[in-house]
Structures are given as C-alpha cells and as structure tokens.
C-alpha cells in the first residue's frame, strides 16, 4: 500500500501529486497572510490600542519578509526545499499556538512577525518546486492557476472568520464550537481563528515532513546569486525604482486590506464581523477576478498601458471609498482589489525585462519590497491618530500613484508580447 512518505516523482521530477502540494502550501500562505486586516477593528477594541499601534502588528508580519527574503535564497540552496519546507510551517505552528494560547498584544507582535519569517521563506521555496514537480513547460499555468488558489483563499479566510466570530458570540454554541469557545477568551472571540492557523499549520508539519520531494535545479532566475551580483544590482537606479514600485504596491494592497474594515465601522458603522469583513473577503474575491481580466488584457495591450489604465481605476475606487457614502464604499472599497490584480505581476515582469542579468537575485531584491506591507499600514495608522483615518487613508494615493507612475517611465529590454507585435520584435533599446 502506497503512503504519503513514498510518493515519488518520476525521472524528471515531475508529479501531479507534488503539485497538488504546492498549490496546498499556496493556500495555507494566503489563508494565513491576508487575514489581518479584519483583525484590526478588533485588536484595537480587545487589546485598548491606538490605530498605529495596532499596525505594528502587520507591520511584524509584513516585515519579516524584508528580513527573509534574500537570506532564505542562500538557505535553500544550502540545505535543500524540504527541511525549510518544514521549517516553515513549525515556525507558523509555534507562532499561532502561542497567540491563541496566551492572547495580548506583546504576544501577537512576536507570532506575527515568526508567521511572517515562515510565509517569506515559503514563498522562495515553493515556485522552483513547483517548477520541478509540474514540468517547465506547464508552469506559467501552474503559476496562474496558484495565484487563483492564492485569490481563492484570501477570499475564505475572512468569511471563516466572521463565521466564528457569530458563533462564538452566540449564547447557544454546540459542538465544535462549544469547544472552541471552552479555549478561547470570551472577551476576544477573534482570536479563535488563530487555533484554526495552528491546526492548519500543524497539518502542514506532518505532510511536508512525510513528503520525498524531487531534486530542484534551480534556474539562473531562481539562483540567489552571489553579494557580487547584488552590488551591481544596487547601483542600478532601476533597480531601486521597481523596488520602490513594488513596496508602493504591496503597501497599497494591505493599507486598503488593513484598514478598509476599521474605516466602514468608523464612518459607517458598519459591523466589522460581518459587513467589514465580507467586504475584506471581497477584495481578495474581486482581485482573484481581476487577474483573469488583466491576462487576456495582456495578450492584446502593452503591459504598461495596461498598469496606467488599472492604477487609473484604482485610484478612482480610492475616492469613491473615502468620499461616498457606505452604499458607494462597501462597493467602491472591493473593486479596489479588482484594480490592483495585475500590478504585482506586471510590476514583477517589466523589473525583471528591465534588466540583462542576475535574475534570481533581483527577484530576491523585489521580494524584499514586500516589507511595504509593514511600512505603509503603520504610516497610515499614525497618520490616522494625528488626523482621523481618513486622512491617514489619503496615503494612498500616493502608493497608487506611484505605481502609476511606473507605466510612463519603465524601459523594459523586452516588452510583453501581444497579438499586434506578435511578428514584429520586441526588443527596446535600453534606457
């Protein structure tokens, strides 16, 4: 009888299996990731804290990947996927254990920011895996159907959380969530979805530790490179720019994740257990949507054009959430993440076309942005204690236009192809 712990890939790597099991981990990291922001209604009225204080906490999370991105590229071509692989999901295991053991605000900044050091490492691994395990030819579909999964549960992950938050509140709790409730302080009902992590992420252990994975040679793109190859990137001014442009963007996509919840209840008031939440979930939903839309946009436009048009929408949604009414923002707030769906890839590829080499450490210079997650959230938490949220909110805009900006002056080396260049080359003179 064939186990888990002797499922193979064949000659070539390649196993349907083993790429079921990447598309699982992307799950477990967007289920895990994305659900801070409808926390923050409740982590500032459970733990007493002001707006910037309660953004230390995705700050932690979010700036464990300006701290692991790049290290964990050397990791793992020391010591291979599996044990990171592991690793990873222990750190997650321990991180959420111990907040929902032992719920305060000290606690939390510590999990969030171990959970985060997992996630980061995660992300380095899984791509060249999935590489290997569903054939080279397979994996910009791969890549695209991951991003859908990705989409998918950042979609749930709120949704299950309003669900037991509603429970939890109930005077009538049976079964399974009696016992949750037996576990969970009644005064922090939330905190209940920090035991479903560490399930979760226990599971996790256990698989990953039982897999036997196939031998990954990574690419010169997946490579960590040399400290050389990183001095050369860094006096490159582009470098610098996508780096910014991919710090702007993530700071866009978690500033209107964050705090889009906290600003429904606070000029709205809309419950944050239910209508903000839902409204969080879908965000991610719409975002999932976008990409679709965006990839067959891709295929006709210049990818530039394309960013302008979306960062354009984006900012448009932006006004419409901060001066409309609720009507008009419980709208305008989701279709945000619609706007925002293909800048991460696109941001992505015109950074990496814009260069001639060094690849792999690039990408891990562009992953390092990632930490805008952390940055962009606290600024507009402390702006939102000096001014109001919605001053603090107006931000944005400028992360949006930022990224905005990119679509006028990238130069990339190679243009994305579409139907009307498809005979015609696409080679740019570099800038």
């Not at 005077?171 to 905190?191: K, M, Q």
């Not at 923002?329 to 260069?355: E, K, R, Y």
């Amino acid at each position: 009888m064939t186990t888990t712990s002797t499922v193979r890939a064949g000659a070539s790597g390649r196993s349907r299996f083993l790429v079921a099991v990447v598309f699982f981990v992307f799950f477990v990291i967007s289920f895990l990731t994305n659900i801070i922001g409808p926390l923050v209604p409740d982590i500032i009225a459970g733990f007493h804290v002001s707006m910037a204080m309660a953004a230390i906490l995705p700050f932690a999370f979010f700036i464990a990947y300006g701290v692991m991105s790049i290290p964990a590229g050397f990791a793992v071509e020391r010591w291979g996927e599996k044990p990171l692989l592991v690793a990873s999901f222990v750190a997650a295991t321990l991180g959420a254990t111990s907040f929902a053991a032992f719920p305060s605000y000290s606690v939390a900044v510590a999990s969030l920011f171990v959970i985060g050091a997992g996630m980061a490492v995660l992300q380095v691994v899984i791509n060249p895996l999935l590489r290997v395990a569903g054939g080279a030819e397979h994996f910009a579909f791969n890549s695209a159907f991951a991003q859908f999964i990705f989409g998918a549960a950042s979609f749930l992950s709120p949704l299950v959380f309003s669900s037991l938050v509603t429970h939890l509140e109930s005077a009538h709790r049976e079964g399974f969530y009696a016992l949750l409730g037996s576990i969970t302080p009644p005064a922090l009902p939330w905190v209940s979805i920090y035991w479903i992590f560490a399930v979760v992420s226990g599971i996790s252990v256990v698989a990953m530790a039982l897999l036997r994975l196939p031998k990954v040679d990574r690419t010169t793109e997946e490579s960590a490179g040399t400290l050389g190859m990183y001095r050369e990137l860094l006096r490159n001014r582009f470098v610098w720019l996508y780096f910014l442009a991919i710090v702007a963007y993530v700071g866009c996509e978690q500033g209107t994740a964050d705090w889009m919840s906290p600003f429904l209840e606070r000029y709205h008031h809309v419950d944050p257990h239910t209508g903000g939440a839902h409204a969080v979930a879908y965000f991610w939903g719409l975002m999932t949507a976008g990409c679709l839309l965006g990839m067959g946009l891709l295929k006709l436009f210049d990818s530039r054009r394309v960013l302008i048009g979306f960062s354009l929408g984006a900012l448009a949604m932006l006004s419409m959430a901060l001066f409309g009414s609720a009507d008009v923002a419980l709208v305008a707030f989701p279709c945000m993440g619609f706007f925002a769906s293909i800048m991460w890839p696109t941001l992505v590829s015109l950074g990496l076309n814009s260069v001639p080499q060094h690849h792999g450490p690039f990408a891990g210079i562009l992953c390092s942005g990632i930490m805008g997650g952390a940055l962009v959230p606290e600024l507009i938490g402390w702006l939102g204690d000096l001014c109001g949220l919605r001053i603090g909110m107006l931000f944005l805009y400028v992360t949006f236009g930022f990224v905005l900006s990119v679509g006028f002056w990238a130069r990339p080396l190679i243009r994305n192809a579409t139907r009307a260049s498809a005979s015609e080359p696409v080679l740019n003179t570099p800038a």
